[in-house]
């Protein structure tokens, strides 16, 4: 059982799924929660292996929920729990005889967390659906991607990891803080489309200067400005640029040498449509700069200036940047390079407390510790409801 972290002393039962469930799973288990994760292959899952950092932090154990020893098993773990995730189709848990009703039955404390792509009801929601499906719903998806382009999957970290797992595990820490009040616990639906229009909020204004648009990279911050975007470099790296604000974009133009009339007078009021207009060309001419010159020759140049300047690492090279050293943003477990637990905390510091729990290893002291005796877990793994490998 984790020590530490602003989470300690709270259970959990993750009920093993894939994208948003794992890493809402290590967030509980990162900040110190007590996590067992319950999985239904005995050799685990082929999509996570075990020394994957989503599964970091908590035990793993195999149990058979098709069989009625595996459901009174969890039911058993349900009373010692103060939460319960999952991220199965709407109704599956009500007919393995572990939904809701059930488990608030059992546990009326219990907080029970269920993540899906379009949530419990609604006429999709019990259709599949990936990551991409849900920011294509929401309208985010025609935000992303170059100008004349075609709208970009942004990987899957927008849906499955901060509309889902990230809403997921938010919204069970504010149900059980309510619940130490109230005495009563209560379903969380954590469905990622919500999440996914969350992040839309800034935009919806109507007239703003970031308003929405009908086509990709048409707005200021999907890289339509030029003080607001990627550039290549001459030794085929890439920086970006975010001076979005007019002292940095001020700077940016002066130690880049550039004339002051035509790149602030004519290029940067938000509002200013003939200004917008000139963005197109004006990118051209930064282009041209920022590839007269290597990407470590910008980063002596503006980096830790006030321009709003950082190179575009890859995932291999970011751990050893001396910002993400000096911070210890990555940590090495195991040989893998990974994140560290954030956010960071001044008096309940987290902390990583296991990096590899293969499912079955040590069941019997995991489940012991859940308050179930010896003669129970003999039972138990002679009848092949919790499994070892």
Request: proline fraction near 7%; include cysteine.
């Amino acid at each position: 059982m984790s020590t530490a972290g602003p989470l300690a002393g709270f259970r959990i039962l993750e009920l093993a799924s894939i994208g948003p469930g794992p890493y809402c799973g290590m967030l509980f288990a990162d900040l110190g929660a007590d996590v067992l994760r319950i999985e239904r292959d005995p050799h685990g899952d082929a999509m996570l292996p075990d020394d994957n950092p989503l599964l970091r932090g908590r035990a793993r154990i195999a149990v058979d929920l098709t069989k009625p020893d595996g459901v009174a098993l969890l039911l058993q773990l349900v009373e010692r729990c103060d939460g319960l995730f999952e991220g199965y189709r709407p109704g599956v848990t009500e007919r393995l005889g572990i939904g809701p009703d059930v488990c608030l039955a059992r546990n009326p404390r219990l907080v029970y967390g269920r993540v899906t792509g379009w949530g419990q009801e609604g006429p999709l929601s019990h259709t599949a659906g990936h990551d991409l499906n849900y920011l294509a719903l929401t309208g985010l998806l025609q935000l992303i991607g170059p100008p004349g382009g075609k709208p970009v999957p942004p990987l899957n970290v927008v849906g499955d990891f901060g509309g889902g797992g990230l809403w997921l595990a938010f919204g069970m820490v504010c149900a059980m803080l309510e619940a130490q009040r109230s005495g009563r616990g209560q379903v969380v639906d954590a469905a990622m489309i919500d999440g996914v229009a969350s992040f839309l909020a800034p935009f919806f204004r109507i007239g703003a200067p970031m308003t929405l648009v009908a086509a990709p990279g048409e707005t200021l911050l999907a890289g339509a400005a030029h003080y607001y975007d990627t550039y290549e470099t001459a030794d085929g790296g890439y920086i970006s640029i975010a001076a979005l604000e007019p002292q940095f974009y001020g700077q940016l133009i002066d130690r880049l040498g550039l004339d002051r009339d035509r790149f602030i007078a004519a290029g940067f009021p938000l509002g200013d449509a003939a200004a917008r207009a000139r963005w197109p060309e004006l990118k051209q001419e930064l282009a041209a700069v920022f590839r007269s010159r290597t990407r470590a020759q910008w980063c002596e140049l503006l980096e830790g200036t006030d321009v709003c300047f950082a190179p575009v690492l890859t995932p291999g090279e970011a751990p050893r940047h001396p910002h993400h050293v000096a911070r210890g943003t990555f940590v090495e477990i195991n040989g893998i390079v990974q994140n560290a637990p954030g956010p960071r905390f001044s008096r309940t510091a987290a902390r990583i407390t296991q990096s590899r729990a293969p499912a079955g290893q040590g069941v019997d002291a995991v489940l012991a510790e859940w308050g179930l005796d010896s003669d129970e877990l003999a039972r138990l793994r002679a009848s092949g409801v919790v499994s070892q490998r």
